[in-house]
């Protein structure tokens, strides 16, 4: 715990005549965490969601950038980048005791007890608190979230939700919250809110027509450097790795016109000119998507910057696909290949073959995307991967001059490979969500020592031949 406790008091104490709900990005306890365009989008959309139905939302963000960072005690200040992702302001803090073995230091990343007092003394006293958990291994800056913010305001009810309280919702009961809603909030938090607060909540967008819901409420966000924007949820592949279909069950899309709509509105409201795209599967199905949506972006002659930090489906990228992408402004784009490795290719999910993953890389090339444009992420330390295979995959990446990126595996609870980590790791992962964290690498086979490792991520720097 920090020294925040008892300054609650100085908090003004305003009672609004409309409900009012504050909704919290938390801090992030990591080894290391960049902010690779992330931006709480989930929060967002209940966000605006809420006002629909006259409720007053608040929101704190306690990964904000602030310039009166630059006053307070031990702090490495964080750095933007003109396209909008950068590196958040981090302290040092104490390890937790699970990794006190692991010779890294540990930070909280985002705004200090101090500067977010003078935040929560701005706002009304809220009815409710609804807080957003994104990795699982994350829940420390979230459980020290909640208890800041129960010593900031007593007695009012804290709601719990996101990825980390869906995939581990009976850890996620330690967390000292009063509502652990695991699932699509925008299902759950209603319910709870009428109850709680005595309201009447009726204008709901339908979870089965993802066209129904509001733009998220990006005017609660402090001058941002870039949006992300949702065209759909979940994802029609299934790798044993990926948790995409536990969070969404359901692959549902939005209409690709409504989507650059969405794009416009922001980039004429707010001149915005840099979006990340989050989706798990953006080029899935592609004349459905992808090229309606790219084609209206280069109608509209729209001067935006694309990033796609999260994985792109290499197999859809067909010739027309590439040039599209690259007519339209997509500058940071990924792609998940995972491994050259035919057989775990299969063993995983099939998403994707070597043959495709040739192809592709012409087809961008062809577009005149540059070798170092062309990011491809491998997954390391995989149950009985052998350094080997990752070493060859590097090899095979680099042989096609495209540019390889270590994606090191973070073991998933109730995804189709987690009986196999839980088995491998020499962690308690599926007692402590902490060992599930990626810098752990905690299912690596033996041939992947913590050298071999470092050798391998040398390798991925190394120019293409
Ligand atoms: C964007 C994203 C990223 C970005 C941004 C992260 C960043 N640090 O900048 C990038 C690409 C960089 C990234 C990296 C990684 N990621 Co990632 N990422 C995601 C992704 C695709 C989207 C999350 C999102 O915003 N979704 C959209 C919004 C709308 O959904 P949402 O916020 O979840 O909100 C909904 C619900 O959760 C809920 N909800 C949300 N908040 C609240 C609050 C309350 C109170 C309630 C009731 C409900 C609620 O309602 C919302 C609406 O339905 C998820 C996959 C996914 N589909 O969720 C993976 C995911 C979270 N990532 C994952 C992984 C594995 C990683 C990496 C470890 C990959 C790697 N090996 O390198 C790294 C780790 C990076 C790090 N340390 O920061 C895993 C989880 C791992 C874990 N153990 O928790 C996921 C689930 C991917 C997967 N398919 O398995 N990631
Ligand atoms: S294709 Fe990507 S998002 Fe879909 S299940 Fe596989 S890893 Fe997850």
Known sequence: MTGYCGVYRDVIEKTPMKPSVLLINPWIHDFAAYDLWYKPLGLLYLASILRRNGINVTFIDFLEDDPAMLFEPNIHMGKRKPDGDGSYAKQKIKKPLALKDIPRNFYRYGLTAN???????????????????????????????????????????????????????????????????????????????????????????????????????????????????????????????????????????RNPGHVVDEIEHWYLRYGIRNFSFYDDALLVDSQEMAVPMLKEIIKRNLPLHFHCPNGLHIREVSEEIAMLMHKAGFKTIRFGFETSN???????????????????????????????????????????????????????????????????????????????????????IAEEPLFQNNTLLACRSKSLTVETYQELKQRTRRSHS
């Not at 994104?134 to 129960?150: A, E, H, K, Q």
């Not at 149950?383 to 995959?393: K, L």
């Not at 590097?394 to 196999?420: D, H, K, M």
């Open 115 to 253: 500067i977010l007092l003078n935040r929560f003394k701005k706002i009304p006293r809220p009815d409710a608190i609804l807080i957003s958990a994104m990795m699982t291994y994350w829940y420390p800056g979230l459980f020290d979230t909640i208890s800041f913010v129960r010593h900031v305001y007593p007695g009012v009810p804290v709601v719990i939700g996101g990825n980390y309280v869906s995939l581990c919702l009976e850890h996620a009961a330690k967390s000292g919250a009063d509502f652990l809603l695991p699932g699509a909030g925008e299902v759950s938090v209603p319910p709870l809110l009428k109850e709680l607060l005595k309201i009447d909540i009726q204008i709901l967008p339908d979870p089965d027509d993802l066209d129904s819901y509001p733009y998220p409420s990006f005017d609660l966000l402090k001058k941002p450097g870039s949006l992300p924007i949702m065209t759909s949820w979940g994802c029609p592949y299934r790798c044993s790795y990926c948790a995409s279909y536990l969070l969404h069950p359901k692959f549902q899309r």
């Open 342 to 428: 035919l057989l775990r290719q299969k063993q995983t999910g099939a998403k994707v073959n070597n043959e495709e993953f040739v192809e592709a890389v012409k087809n961008l090339q062809k577009a005149g995307y540059a070798s170092d444009d062309i990011g491809i992420y491998l997954l390391c330390g995989l149950p009985g991967q052998p350094a080997d295979e990752i070493a060859e995959s590097i090899r095979y990446v680099q042989s096609f001059g495209a540019r390889p990126i270590l994606a090191e595996y973070s073991p998933i609870p109730q995804t189709t490979l987690w009986p196999e980590a839980v088995a491998s790791s020499p962690y308690p």
